[in-house]
T-cell receptor
Framework: AQKVTQAQTEISVVEKEDVTLDCVYE???????LFWYKQPPSGELVFLIR??????QNEISGRYSWNFQKSTSSFNFTITASQVVDSAVYFC????????????FGAGTTVTVRA | DTGVSQDPRHKITKRGQNVTFRCDPI?????LYWYRQTLGQGPEFLTY????????KSRLLSDRFSAERPKGSFSTLEIQRTEQGDSAMYLC?????????????????FGAGSRLTVL
């Protein structure tokens, strides 16, 4: 069964628009990590954020913000005032338990930011 | 360069041939992971090592796939008798094990990947 669902395949926005990427996960574990990774055209996965299952506090880092809601099993990601350099594929991932980083990735959302 | 290195970056082979990929993790990282990414999909976990011990290999896709990390440093992933369905990006990642628990240093660092094309 798919553990991480990213329903949006592609999103296209004009520069300076906000964009929100949805992520819904499924697990029976009470301890887990959630991640977001960015994969630019160069191909290398770049770590953006990790949250553990006990920390539902939302987080903001510059133009990036994350909303973690256990009640809806969602971990959504918002880019504020998007820029062309934000164009990439973004992956949400789940790692069950603490310590073993056997990540289950979603299928990814391709974000294209047009100038 | 202190990142995760993978070699070769690209490999084109004919069906039925064997291929081997190498991964050099960050030197102080004792855990090493292999993932596979097919076009339009997220990476899929294959196997991982702690030092030279392979802690899980049940997710390797078939018995044609094998991985080693003989000295606990670099690792190799071998695919025997390649098939067209093996065409993918093979990603390596590493992280340090922190026995104290939750630590930002535990996050995986990925390499740029080895792209395999089977003709």
């Amino acid at each position: 069964a798919q553990k991480v669902t990213q329903a949006q395949t592609e999103i296209s926005v004009v520069e300076k628009e906000d964009v929100t990427l949805d992520c819904v996960y499924e697990t029976r574990d009470t301890t887990y990590y959630l991640f977001w990774y960015k994969q630019p055209p160069s191909g290398e996965l770049v770590f953006l954020i990790r949250r553990n299952s006990f920390d539902e506090q939302n987080e903001i880092s510059g133009r990036y913000s994350w909303n973690f809601q256990k009640s809806t099993s969602s971990f959504n990601f918002t880019i504020t005032a998007s820029q062309v350099v934000d164009s990439a594929v973004y992956f949400c991932a789940l790692s069950e338990g603490f310590g073993d980083y056997k990540l289950s990735f979603g299928a990814g959302t391709t974000v294209t930011v047009r100038a | 360069d202190t990142g995760v290195s993978q070699d070769p970056r690209h490999k084109i082979t004919k069906r039925g041939q064997n291929v081997t990929f190498r991964c050099d993790p960050i030197s102080e990282h004792n855990r090493l992971y292999w993932y596979r990414q097919t076009l339009g999909q997220g990476p899929e976990f294959l196997t991982y090592f702690q030092n030279e011990a392979q802690l899980e290999k049940s997710r390797l896709l078939s018995d044609r796939f094998s991985a080693e990390r003989p000295k606990g440093s670099f690792s190799t992933l071998e695919i025997q008798r390649t098939e067209q369905g093996d065409s993918a990006m093979y990603l390596c990642a590493s992280n340090p094990r922190d026995s104290k628990g939750d630590s930002g240093a535990n996050v995986l660092t990925f390499g740029a990947g080895s792209r395999l094309t089977v003709l």
